[in-house]
């Protein structure tokens, strides 16, 4: 079914249109104070102007309001006639739901496995590209809001019914990989060589800076392998293995969605990067640069996109533009995100406009998700006690090894393997949700006992908030309660907290589109917290179980609502939510 936004916001154009023969947007947003009804209408300030120009006859906000007021039809969405009542300051429109209308729309919703929530008309092609680890090495704390934050809108996104095509855009290939095969070459090639990716590396580096005979033999090494040679792609082919056993174990933990099959490594663009510098030059777009091939997107005058170095060599840019072209090309994609820091802003502003003016993304959104740095408490970008770089499975393992100790001390009763699922559903789901509860603009301060607390606007809150929703059925059937379910489901909502309950559900479909739309799951999470804030206000204020019929079926399956609603949105997030806790 339609949000509670689209269907006002067709009901004020057609009030709009007949008033003022204009075809104009209502402005609807939801209300922040119930003293101003539920939702809001601020087109009037606009229209007076355009009226007034229109009619050269000098008019009001308030009189705009007061004429749409009068052709409006809410088709039983609010209770009595518009009147001038509902218009608040110079012209602001406040629309109240009447609770007999939420409890038809909560009925519908009951009823649908989406919880109300209509696919897209027109389904989208969306290339979602995140995480990207760096071969050879293992993946750190620096990954883990661009895998987080990417796999929560990929969730969202296929929800709502797009195609998403995953990305994870590996660093796989470069001058780099000619030292770390020269030392996999001497000592042996065994995998087992490489089994702690940090300490292979860091030996291959320093034999690179201090061994002539080795960084000449890495060079030439590099060469062979571009060239396709078959024992050093051999080589290179067990580096990614490895490389890959360690990052998808880190995947599994977090339950991200990634799989080898949507790795596009930078090694799968390089057959592409000659043809996309030849088609730049070829269009005009790029030139000669001191030696170098650059793209002057922002202008003459300003730092350049290089494409291709002097005395050759290509460079990341050159891998980005090849990958974008790919994308729209060959994947048809509609839609291409990229959640990548804030630092890389300007090199994604200059790879869009290129592709742009290369005429690569005709019609296609390109957007780069940008987001802050995870910070320790000294306020600096997060390391470990000693001052090295976190690697995220340590952090995630810590994680996991915190929520153990709370649940035992919670509950010691608990079997041993039970224990570690819920903390494992804990741990993780609070490294997640610290993120995912932040607008991924801003930077956040790291600490294991803000995201484990269980109050506030964390995961284990809101995990203990489904799993106390659900409790109450375990004591109806324990009491033998019938309850036939959603499906059977008539609502009665009169109670406040009964009808705030309601309308909170009701703003789901809503919310899972201001997250397609914006890129930030911390909307979702507001929401969810908001959800847990009034079902516990329902639940103190109206009995469930000791309530005489139909009340105590309707109250209870509007507790199994919020159930289903509070595990769908932790769902998108890729959270965990244990019946019990």
């Known amino acids: 079914m339609k949000t509670i936004a689209h269907q ?24 922040q104070n119930d003293k101003f009804g539920d939702y809001q209408s601020n087109a009037a300030m606009g229209l007076a102007k355009l009226v007034t120009e229109r009619t050269g006859q000098k008019t009001n906000p308030r009189a705009v309001a007061e004429q749409i007021l009068a052709k409006l039809d809410l088709g039983g969405m609010a209770d009595g006639p518009p009147d001038k009542n509902w218009i608040a300051g110079p012209g602001f429109i406040n ?29 989208q092609t969306v290339v979602v590209d995140y995480s990207g680890p760096n071969v050879a090495k293992e993946m750190h704390v620096g990954h883990i809001r661009s895998t987080i934050l990417g796999d929560a809108v990929a969730r969202v996104l296929e929800f709502r019914g797009d195609r998403v095509i995953r990305q994870n855009h590996l660093g796989d290939w470069g001058t780099q990989f000619g030292m770390l095969i020269a030392e996999l070459r001497s000592v042996g090639g065994g995998a087992e060589h490489i089994e702690d990716l940090e300490a292979f590396y860091v030996q291959a580096k320093k ?17 062979q392998l571009q060239a396709g040679g078959s024992d050093e792609l051999g080589l290179w082919q067990r580096i990614v293995a490895e490389t890959r056993r360690h990052y998808q174990a880190v995947y599994e933990t ?16 390089n057959p592409y990067l000659a043809d996309v510098v030849r088609e730049l030059r070829a269009k005009g777009l790029a030139v000669e640069s001191e030696g170098a091939i650059a793209v002057f997107a922002d202008g003459p005058g300003k730092a350049p996109l290089i494409v291709e170095k002097s005395g050759g060599g290509f460079l990341y840019g050159t891998t980005d533009l090849a990958a974008l072209r790919y994308r729209t090309e060959q994947l048809h ?15 994604f502003q200059q790879v869009f406009a290129t592709a742009r003016k290369a005429g690569w993304a005709e019609g296609v959104a390109l957007e780069h998700a940008a987001f802050g740095t995870m910070l320790g408490p000294d306020g600096k970008p997060f390391k470990s006690r000693t001052g090295g770089t976190v690697k995220l499975k340590d952090l995630l393992g810590e994680a996991e090894e915190r929520a153990f100790a709370l649940v035992t001390e919670k509950n010691p009763e608990l079997p041993e393997d039970r224990r570690k699922a819920i903390a494992h559903a804990v741990g993780i789901g609070g490294v997640k949700y610290a993120d995912l509860s932040k607008d991924r603009t801003s930077d956040y301060m ?23 929703v659900r409790s109450i059925f375990r004591k109806a059937a324990e009491r033998e309660i019938s309850y036939a379910g959603l499906a059977a489901a008539t609502f009665d909502v009169s109670a406040p907290q009964e009808i705030a309950l309601a309308k909170q559900i009701l703003r789901f479909g809503e919310t899972v589109e201001g997250v397609a739309r914006e890129l930030k799951p911390h909307l979702l999470c507001a ?31 509007l507790a199994d609502l919020t159930a289903r609603t509070l595990a769908k949105g932790l769902d998108l997030l890729g959270i965990e939510h244990p019946e019990q806790m």
């Open 8 to 31: 006002l916001d067709a009901a004020f154009r057609a009030a709009i249109r007949a008033a003022f023969d204009l075809d104009a947007d209502p402005l609807i947003t939801a209300s």
């Open 446 to 468: 790291f600490s294991f006992d803000a995201m484990l607390a269980t109050d506030g606007n964390t995961a284990p809150y809101m995990q203990y908030a489904y799993a106390r």
């Open 95 to 123: 629309v109240r739901l009447s609770p007999r209308w939420v409890a038809a729309q909560l009925a519908a919703a009951a009823k649908d496995d989406r919880l109300g929530v209509e696919a897209v008309e027109v389904p």
């Open 527 to 557: 929401y969810l917290y908001d959800l847990a804030g009034k079902y516990s206000s329902f639940y103190e204020a109206c009995p469930v179980l000791t309530s005489e019929e139909p009340t105590r079926t309707s109250r209870l399956a």
């Open 207 to 223: 034999r690179f800076d201090a061994e002539p005979a080795f960084a000449d033999e890495a060079r030439q090494t590099v060469v």
């Open 333 to 347: 994609a509609n839609r291409v995100l990229y959640f990548v820091d804030a630092r890389q802003s300007q090199h």
């Open 254 to 269: 977090l339950g991200v969605g990634l799989k080898q099959s949507d790795e596009r490594g930078e090694s799968f663009y």
